[in-house]
Nanobody
Framework: QLQLVESGGGLVQPGGSLRLSCAAS????????IGWFRQAPGKEREVVSC????????YHADSVKGRFTISRDNAKNTVYLQMNSLKPEDTAVYSC?????????????????WGQGTQVTVSS
């Protein structure tokens, strides 16, 4: 059974850092594009970051560029989202998703497998 499990969320003060993990079971992440999405209450889901399967190229939304970094550890079958300089507006449920396509996509509909999400709350 293909499964994605996120971890690492929590409560952090503004300016703090968190590292989210997206661990896969039942399949090898190497061959999949992995995206991180987030959804805040009352808002639509939006893409945060994405990492390709072919050359490891990455995409980061303008709102997180320079603060968030996506990376993958194929040996651990895990993708990470390092989040620094967190702001209250980063508060959301963060989910990772996988697609067998060759390139990153900002559209959630292009992804085939989803994790259950992890809550990130940035507040003093």
């Amino acid at each position: 059974q293909l499964q994605l499990v996120e971890s690492g969320g929590g409560l952090v003060q503004p300016g703090g850092s968190l590292r989210l993990s997206c661990a896969a079971s039942g399949f090898t992440l190497d061959y999949y594009v992995i995206g991180w999405f987030r959804q805040a209450p009352g808002k639509e889901r939006e893409v945060v970051s994405c990492i390709s399967s072919s050359d490891g190229s990455t995409y980061h939304a303008d709102s997180v560029k320079g603060r968030f970094t996506i990376s993958r550890d194929n040996a651990k079958n895990t993708v990470y989202l390092q989040m620094n300089s967190l702001k209250p507006e980063d508060t959301a449920v963060y989910s990772c998703a996988a697609t067998h396509r060759d390139y990153c996509s900002v559209y959630a509909v292009m992804y085939d497998y989803w994790g259950q999400g992890t809550q990130v709350t940035v507040s003093s």
